[in-house]
């Protein structure tokens, strides 16, 4: 990390922290609804803000890594672009893995 990237890569793990909190209530509240089956009863408009809390919260982490990306070098995306999304439970590595269980490879 440059002292170019440290505000950026600050920024990143903020919006991390705090989206992660906020998520990890809601899914624990939210897990639990499903195992009750009281999440598909809730009418239409509160299973959509569900969806919109997931959104804005990736939209939220885009922002910051849209960010720092713009600051790396290219050894540093690809990087970034192989190891960071998927460690975050955020889909797909460019190598197919998904999530944490890529790094073992």
């Given amino acids: 990390m440059t002292e170019e990237q440290k505000p950026s890569w600050d920024e990143l793990a903020s919006v991390i922290r705090s989206t992660a909190e906020t998520h990890n209530a809601f899914m624990q509240s939210t897990i639990k609804e499903f195992r009750e089956g009281d999440f ?13 809390s ?11 890594v849209e960010k720092l990306y713009a600051t790396l070098s290219d050894r540093q995306k ?11 439970g955020m889909g797909m590595g460019r190598s197919g893995g998904f999530g944490p269980g890529m790094m073992s490879r």
């Fill in 40 to 52: 598909l009863k809730k009418p239409l408009p509160e299973r959509l803000a569900f969806q919109q």
């Fill in 54 to 64: 997931h959104l804005e919260a990736r939209l939220a982490v885009r922002a910051a």
């Fill in 78 to 88: 690809k990087a970034a672009d192989e190891f960071v999304l998927p460690m975050m």
